[in-house]
């Protein structure tokens, strides 16, 4: 449910404006509330857009992994738009939004593969403050994903967490992109995670 923001949104207008809310409605097909917080700062919301589409666009990390990692992550520093919006992504790229409705609940999901285990166990580690990635872990991902991947999923989990953070200071919270093109909610584990970050082995379902 969307509540108000931390500032108040300025109106989105201009011909920048108007460019900004056509990108945004083709991507999502509405113009989110939250683009008139980020609004106030022009040349910020410029730039974390423009980084936003640069990240989506590397490719050395399978994409379904990719979008996991960002959904572990979006979850488990508590970012709703973010979870939201990664949630609907993955309907719109095509992936498994099953597996990915998942997501936020892995360690008592049955669905996952050790690799995307390893992945999600990954993204909360790095989310951590301070990060807690262990050796063990980066070592097991190393060797199913090689070097560009992994490198690839640590920068990813770090622009999330940039973005969810910012997201929750400012107060910007879910906008129902997922509703709106009418995907299920999104599941959510029953009780708070454990943080653990060994392989996949010892985080398997219960």
């Known amino acids: 449910m969307t509540t108000a923001t931390r500032i108040p949104t300025a109106e989105v207008d201009g011909l920048q404006g ?23 700062h022009k040349k910020l919301m410029r730039d974390t857009l423009g980084v ?13 992994l990719a979008s996991y990692a960002a959904i572990s992550a979006a979850a488990f ?10 949630y609907f992504l993955a309907h719109d790229h095509g992936l498994d939004e099953e597996k990915a409705r998942e997501v936020p609940r892995w360690r008592e999901s049955s669905v996952f593969t050790p690799l995307e285990r390893n992945v999600m166990a990954y993204a909360e580690a790095a989310s951590q403050t301070p990060p807690a990635v262990t050796d063990e872990l980066s070592d097991a991902l190393l060797a199913e994903i090689g070097p560009a991947g992994l490198v690839e999923l640590a920068a990813r989990v770090g622009f999330m967490n940039l973005s969810a953070r910012m997201n929750i200071a400012l107060g910007i919270h879910s906008e129902g992109f997922a509703d709106a093109c009418g995907l299920p909610p999104i599941r959510m584990p029953a009780s708070a995670s454990s943080t653990g970050t060994t392989p996949a082995d010892v985080g398997s379902p219960a």
Not at 18 to 32: D, E, L, N, S
Not at 77 to 86: F, K, V
């Open 77 to 86: 520093i508590g970012c709703s738009m973010c979870l939201d919006l990664n």
């Open 52 to 64: 936003g589409r640069k990240v989506e666009a590397w490719k050395e990390l399978d994409p379904q």
């Open 18 to 40: 108007a460019i900004v809310k056509y990108a945004a409605t083709k991507m999502t097909g509405k113009v989110p509330d939250s683009l008139g917080v980020l609004w106030h």
